[in-house]
């Protein structure tokens, strides 16, 4: 089986996954957002040049990574996915190097990030490039949203939560970080700014 029908395959299943086991609190982690991480690692592995099977591994990981959302508690999502797509390899008879290495790269964007070779370091950067970007006020709203559903409580601090995220992350390729630090460090600087009001988390940007 070639690389893309194996592709098809998985987009095929995990699309299916969201429209049987639809959860109404999934408010950011939803197939719109996978969608959009897919396309980031589509974007970063035409830049890097990744052969077919390069390309394989980090896209198969991008559809799979936030699929154990569905099933798991947000600690634990990794792991589930791994399990996911594990079974879902196994019954395509995919070939275990390949699935060892997609695990790994799920496992990668695992918080805080600890890539440790190329293709982890795209899929990490793929998976938060929205935190450089303009549409991280609508995509950190949909977050909030999301974690007070699952919660069932108000998240009061989440202005703050979110500055100490941004704060800490970095991006991994030297693609990302020369596109996006740029506006990353503008989100920063209004978050900031944001504290100092009574703004609400989807007030502000």
């Not at 197939?31 to 040049?49: C, M, N």
């Not at 052969?51 to 991008?62: C, P, Y």
């Not at 941004?166 to 991994?172: D, P, T, V």
Request: glycine content about 4%; hydrophobic content about 40%.
């Amino acid at each position: 089986m070639t690389e893309q029908r194996i592709l098809d395959g998985i987009r095929q299943h995990v699309e299916l996954l969201y429209q049987r086991y639809q959860r109404p609190f999934l408010l950011y982690h939803t197939i719109g957002h996978t969608v959009q991480v897919v396309r980031r690692v589509a974007e970063l592995a035409g830049w890097y040049k990744l052969d077919r099977e390069q390309r394989l591994i980090v896209e198969a990981a991008a559809w799979f990574h936030d699929t154990g959302h569905l099933f798991a508690l947000p600690a634990l999502h990794e792991e589930k996915g791994v399990e996911l797509m594990e079974a879902y390899c196994q019954a395509a008879q995919v070939e275990p190097g390949i699935v060892r290495q997609i695990a790994a790269c799920i496992l990668a964007t695992k918080m805080p990030a600890r890539p440790v070779n190329e293709l982890q370091r795209i899929m990490c950067d793929a998976d938060t490039y929205h935190l450089g970007t303009a549409d991280f006020w609508e995509t950190n709203c949909n977050v909030w949203r999301e974690t007070e559903a699952r919660e069932c409580r108000a998240v009061t601090d989440w202005r703050q939560r979110s500055l100490h995220f941004l704060e800490a992350h970095h991006y991994f390729t030297d693609y990302c970080a020369e596109r996006l630090n740029e506006q990353k460090l503008r989100n920063i600087q209004r978050l900031r700014d944001s504290l100092r009001s009574n703004a609400g988390p989807c007030d502000i940007g």
